[in-house]
Nanobody, 126 residues
Framework: QGQLVESGGGLVQPGGSLRLSCTAS????????IGWFRQAPGKEREGVSC????????YYADSVKGRFTISRDNAKNTVYLQMNSLKPEDTAVYYC???????????????????WGQGTQVTVSL
């Protein structure tokens, strides 16, 4: 059975950068839209960014637009989330997940997504 594994989280100072990776095993990531979500303690899960299976068009939540960049390397079966200018409010567990391809833009509606990784912790603090 396939699975998703996130990596790249850690502790970073405000203004710093991290690159998260979402790697699939047992299935081909290129066939799916991929979303990144995050959940901070005591808060609901929030959609951060997504990328479509074909052509790779992307979508971002307003809270991260201009700071985060999602990309995919289908040869490596991996999707990335480059996070720059990090803020303390970006602190959360970050998850990637798969969605079936869409005709329009990709979605940040979490119930659409089926397979989820275990998450990676991102902490932005002095």
């Amino acid at each position: 059975q396939g699975q998703l594994v996130e990596s790249g989280g850690g502790l970073v100072q405000p203004g710093g950068s991290l690159r998260l990776s979402c790697t699939a095993s047992g299935f081909t990531l290129a066939y799916y839209n991929i979303g990144w979500f995050r959940q901070a303690p005591g808060k609901e899960r929030e959609g951060v960014s997504c990328i479509k299976s074909s052509a790779g068009s992307t979508y971002y939540a307003d809270s991260v637009k201009g700071r985060f960049t999602i990309s995919r390397d289908n040869a490596k079966n991996t999707v990335y989330l480059q996070m720059n200018s990090l803020k303390p409010e970006d602190t959360a567990v970050y998850y990637c997940a798969t969605d079936t391809p869409t005709i329009g833009r990709c979605s940040l509606y979490a119930p659409r997504y089926s397979s989820w990784g275990q998450g990676t912790q991102v902490t932005v603090s002095l």
